[in-house]
Nanobody, 123 residues
Framework: QVQLVESGGGLVQAGGSLRLSCAAS????????MGWYRQAPGKQRELVAT???????YYAESVKGRFTISRDNAKNTVYLQMNSLKPEDTAVYYC?????????????????WGQGTQVTVSL
């Protein structure tokens, strides 16, 4: 069983910063792609940023230049540094990870989600 636990959400004024963390625990062999999604009230969940185990990061256009995704493989943790926050960034932010549970071949990655953390940006 794998759990993803997010932390770091909260209330911040426009222009401020927050850093989200997501720690994975459980029976983990390796982590492939990790990422952050968000869902605002009345809207669909949208991709914010992803980071593979190796290679280039991806950012939604709306957050490019303001958000930075990073990971610590030793800690099975992914981070999202959010700067220059805007009221339209207000949403529940969800962590996602593709987890390989064992070293068997061929390997299979399973999809896991965190419970979400609220980010509210006020004017």
């Amino acid at each position: 069983q794998v759990q993803l636990v997010e932390s770091g959400g909260g209330l911040v004024q426009a222009g401020g910063s927050l850093r989200l963390s997501c720690a994975a625990s459980g029976s983990i062999f390796s982590m492939n792609r990790m990422g952050w999604y968000r869902q605002a009230p009345g809207k669909q969940r949208e991709l914010v940023a992803t980071i593979p185990s190796g290679g280039s990061t991806y950012y939604a256009e709306s957050v490019k230049g303001r958000f930075t995704i990073s990971r610590d493989n030793a800690k099975n943790t992914v981070y999202l540094q959010m700067n220059s926050l805007k009221p339209e960034d207000t949403a529940v932010y969800y962590c996602h990870a593709e987890v390989v549970l064992s070293a068997t071949f061929p390997s299979t990655a399973y999809s896991y989600w965190g419970q979400g953390t609220q980010v509210t940006v006020s004017l």
